[in-house]
């Protein structure tokens, strides 16, 4: 099955080829303009852009919604991840926790898939772990370098193999996979 990703971000689309790709379904960029509105709701945000890309494109398709939740921070960078990357990058989050002891945080996903016949349904996913001490690794984007999932020692970007297996897209796409199954 050939489905839309609309989508900017390169790395969702290679890690969702990867993870869909043994449930045969074919990933399919669209990078097209959305407007992301502003909410603390990946849900909200996820199914707003999924409105709008189907809108555009006429034919059914998935966007992501995603965003690291980290607890000291009173879930700063949540909803805003995608901006506050831009602005400052992992490094920018290392210093604001510098002094800071619980290191807990969520990285969180939610997948709508849209189509011209029905309202937008969504899956989530979400993958518990803490933010590390210093940037390691070089694989994966975003906040890959600083996230160190579960009890792991290592971060996504040093271990790519580590999110390959467990992340919040994967448990959010596998679940829009199962139910694509009978239901596309
Ligand atoms: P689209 O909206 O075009 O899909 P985006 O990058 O703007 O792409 P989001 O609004 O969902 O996507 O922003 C989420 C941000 O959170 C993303 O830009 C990364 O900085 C970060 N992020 C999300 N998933 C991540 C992951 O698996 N690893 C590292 N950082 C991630």
């Not at 689309?13 to 709701?41: G, M, N, W, Y």
């Not at 965003?67 to 901006?83: E, R």
Request: glycine share 6%.
């Amino acid at each position: 099955m050939d489905i839309a990703f609309a989508t900017g971000n390169n790395g969702k689309i290679t890690e969702a080829k990867k993870i869909l790709e043994c449930f045969k379904v074919h990933i399919i960029q669209k990078d097209i303009k959305l407007i992301e509105p502003r909410s603390d709701s990946l849900e909200k945000i996820a199914i707003e852009k999924a409105k709008q890309a189907c809108e555009i494109l006429k034919n059914p398709v998935i966007v992501e919604d995603s965003g690291l939740f980290i607890k000291s921070l009173n879930d700063f960078p949540g909803t805003y991840s995608h901006i506050i990357y831009d602005k400052i990058s992992d490094s920018g989050i290392l210093k604001l926790m510098q002094d800071v002891k619980n290191r807990s945080a969520i990285f969180m996903a939610v997948v709508a898939f849209a189509s011209p016949k029905i309202e937008p349904i969504t899956f989530n996913g979400e993958q518990k772990g803490t933010i590390s001490f210093e940037s390691k690794g070089s694989g994966g984007f975003g906040f890959d370098p600083i996230f160190i999932p579960g009890y792991e020692t290592q971060t996504w970007a040093e271990n790519p193999q580590l999110k390959a297996i467990s992340s919040h897209r994967k448990i959010a796409l596998e679940k829009f996979a199962e139910w694509a199954k009978d239901n596309i």
